[in-house]
């Protein structure tokens, strides 16, 4: 094979790639190819988590970052549930500044998309693993001063989780 290199060689299931832009699954009848990535229904040590990125002008904040006004800071929200999830199923995310609400968002779980699989053909690749999907939530403008931003979400299965407090201060635009 001239220019492809074989990358996995387990039996029955074969990865090719060309350069970096050619990827094909070869896959015997009946074997099924898995991604390395768990869906959130795969738990983790609690049965619902959220943990909040924010980030300013294209930078993720870390804990204690300074932000010069006038900002507009964009909040992600990540989770994670012990449980499983059906495609459906919903979560309420209120997203906090000094316990004064921002914004709410709903994700909602959207459980695994991929083409369908006939046997003896070409497998392709994943299109979606199962997952929440979630809209951001935009801070704009705050005034200058110290914030503890946090997110709270509610929802699956009874079940609510508080994500961990990321401290951002704002400090006025600088006189010229």
Known sequence: MNGVREINKDPGVRWVGAGCLLLVLLAAAGVVAQTTNAPAGGGGGKPLEISIE???????????????????????????????PHAGDTVAIDFFANDQKLCSQKAVWQDERRPAQR??????????????????????????????????ATGLKGLSADAAPLRVSVVSAAVR
């Open 119 to 152: 046997p003896g053909q070409a497998v392709p690749l994943w299109i979606m693993r199962a997952q929440f999907l979630i809209s951001d939530c935009v801070w704009s403008n705050p005034a200058p001063g110290s914030y503890t931003l946090t997110a709270r």
């Open 54 to 84: 924010a980030v300013f002008q294209g930078k993720r904040l870390q804990d204690g970052a300074r932000v010069q006004a006038p900002a507009v800071v964009y909040l992600f929200p990540h989770l994670e549930a012990a449980v499983k």
